[in-house]
């Protein structure tokens, strides 16, 4: 038997319960060769272990020779076995002697230290450091490094958990005295910071040593043991490994260029060749810089031209002002004089051209435009090969140049003449185009007179499709508005404080169909849809079943259709 499983969507999730994206800590770890910072139990351990091996070095004279003591981390079986024997073994079931043993037996919380995170996977407490060197800020080239500070790195490191950490030793010696060298010797350490030089130590203190001696017919053993409290501090190398870490944070500081003198380049294309985000400033507390010229300037008077400070020279050292003067004005108002002007004018290589008081001698030729602000007559013909613009004519002959004088009046005789009226043109009776007759200008808004002969105006045209002098179809088309949900009822009905426009007389009536409905940005299909009206609410009813889920209550819900406004 076949058995078809549907299966629901995911629906996406309100934009309320999404998370914001941190553009500022996007940033590429793959290749940074600074790795995050972490402290794990495992640090604690081998700071334990480092001191006791590479720093107390424990030892014991045995038959006049220096023996190391071996120093072991229990596991949980061995210390089970430690404790039921009294001793420890090798693999041969012979006793060790002499030998150390530990373990962690237990951790809490040093609430002399208190730390709020507020927020594991974004801690608010950090310790900031720069970082002072890297590739991207290397001071290598000097000559290129005036006016220019280098970007740096910093780094932003959760800070940790301080917690108190309890280890329980056991000591086994052949003998009193080596004991008593032992137990001296790591009383002396009790107080200090255990750990590696150059990384992390942390303050221990031993509370008591307890002694015990073991004789037996064929063994004698001396044993002491004594608890070691550590204060130390945790931080994980990612909180989620899933997610990544976020003990450690890096931030990038803009590059700068200072420019101290002035520059031929505007600022943004110079910042332009940096990349990045850069930022302009300029040196100095005027905002201005002194400059000596080693080649100076000098300005010398020429004919009818008058310089103040007549060949001096200026080299920018001293502030210098030069005035250039002529000996009269020559203003667009001014009169200018001059005592005699001679000059001869041609137009072409042939004519000499002539001008006087009465008039012009010889022929003009003008290339560009002339505008005369008074009478211009011509006494011979006037031959004009482009267009004549006048706006009015007076013509004092009859010519052939008008095919009719009376009757009818015909422009043109081709179809391809172009008439061109400016201003108002009056008709009676009526006119015809391309074989129709055009009787009347009609204003009917409701085009019911339905004439074969009359041409509509634009008022009219623009009433009836508004739907103003219509039954209201046009006015019922355009409607389009944009609802959002007002509440949820159960887990099936979203309610909208909107009314249905309601369709004109003739025309289909209002479904769920006029309308697109969508859930936090996805589209509702409408096989599982249906609406209703209730007074001036709308309701949405949602087939949960066919649909694949359920309304909650932080759901937006959109609507778009036919509403009344």
């Known amino acids: 038997m076949a058995v078809d499983i549907v299966m629901g969507r995911q629906k996406p999730i309100p934009r309320s319960k999404r998370t914001p994206i941190q553009r500022a800590t996007q940033l590429r770890r793959d290749t940074d060769d600074v790795k995050d910072v972490s402290i794990s139990l495992m640090d604690l351990d081998s700071a334990i272990m480092f001191y006791f091996t590479e720093v107390i070095k424990p030892t014991v004279l045995e038959n006049g020779e220096t023996v190391k003591v071996p120093v072991m981390y229990s596991s949980p079986e061995r210390w089970y076995a430690i404790r039921k024997t009294g001793f420890m073994r090798d693999s041969k079931r012979q006793v060790i002697l002499p030998v150390i043993a530990f373990r962690r037996t237990g951790m809490e919380k040093d609430t002399t230290i208190p730390i709020d995170k507020m927020d594991p996977e974004d801690p608010k407490l950090h310790w900031q450091f720069e970082r002072k060197y890297n590739d991207a800020n290397r001071y290598d080239a000097f000559s290129v490094q005036q006016g220019l500070l280098p970007q740096k790195e910093y780094y932003n490191v959760a800070v940790p958990d301080y917690m108190v950490l309890s280890y329980d030793f056991i000591v086994w010696t052949s003998y009193i005295e080596q004991m008593n060298k032992l137990v001296e010797r790591i009383n002396w350490s009790a107080g200090s910071y255990w750990g590696e030089p150059n990384k992390m130590r942390f303050r221990t203190n031993i509370d008591s040593f307890t002694d015990s001696t073991e004789v037996s017919d064929r063994e004698r053993i001396v044993k002491t043991e004594f608890s070691v409290t550590l204060n130390g501090y945790l931080i994980p190398e990612a909180y989620n490994e899933l997610s990544g870490p976020h003990t450690m944070q890096k931030y990038l500081t803009p590059k700068q260029v200072i420019v101290g003198a002035e520059t031929t380049v505007d600022s943004e294309t110079l910042a332009g060749t940096f990349g990045g985000d850069e930022q302009m400033s300029t040196m100095g507390t005027g905002g201005s810089v002194d400059v000596v010229l080693s080649n100076t300037l000098t300005l010398s008077s020429g004919t009818g031209i008058t310089v103040t400070n007549d060949g001096i020279s200026f080299d920018g050292s001293t502030p210098l002002t030069h005035e250039i003067s002529i000996g009269q004005p020559v203003g667009t108002a001014a009169n200018v004089q001059f005592n005699a002007v001679t000059s001869s004018l041609r137009v072409g290589t042939t004519a000499p051209l002539n001008i006087n008081n009465s008039g012009i001698t010889g022929d003009v030729v003008v290339s560009g435009s002339l505008t005369t602000t008074s009478n211009l007559s011509v006494t011979g013909n006037a031959s004009i090969s482009g267009t004549l613009i006048a706006q009015e004519f007076h013509t004092e002959l009859v010519s052939a140049s008008i095919m009719f004088s009376s009757g009818s009046t015909i422009f043109g005789d081709t179809q391809d003449d172009t008439h061109q009226f400016s201003g108002s043109l009056y008709t009676t009776g009526s006119f015809g185009l391309n074989g129709y007759d055009v009787t009347e200008i009609s204003n009917d808004t409701s085009l ?17 499709v508004s739907g103003l002098g219509s039954a209201g179809e046009q006015a019922y088309l355009r409607k389009q508005y944009v609802k959002i949900s007002s509440g949820i009822s159960g887990n099936s009905t979203a309610s909208f404080s909107a009314v249905t426009a309601s369709a004109p007389t003739g025309m289909t009536g209002t479904t769920e169909h006029d309308f697109l409905f969508f859930i936090n940005g996805q589209y509702m299909e409408h ?16 087939d949960t079943t066919s649909i694949g889920y359920t309304l909650e209550s932080d759901d937006e819900i959109l609507a778009w259709g036919k509403f009344n406004s």
Not at 530 to 538: D, L, M, R
């Open 448 to 464: 019911t007179d339905n004439s074969q002969n009359a041409l509509v105006t634009e008022y009219a045209v623009k009433q009836y």
């Open 527 to 542: 096989d599982a849809l249906t609406i209703q009206q209730a007074a001036s609410t709308f309701h949405l009813k949602v």
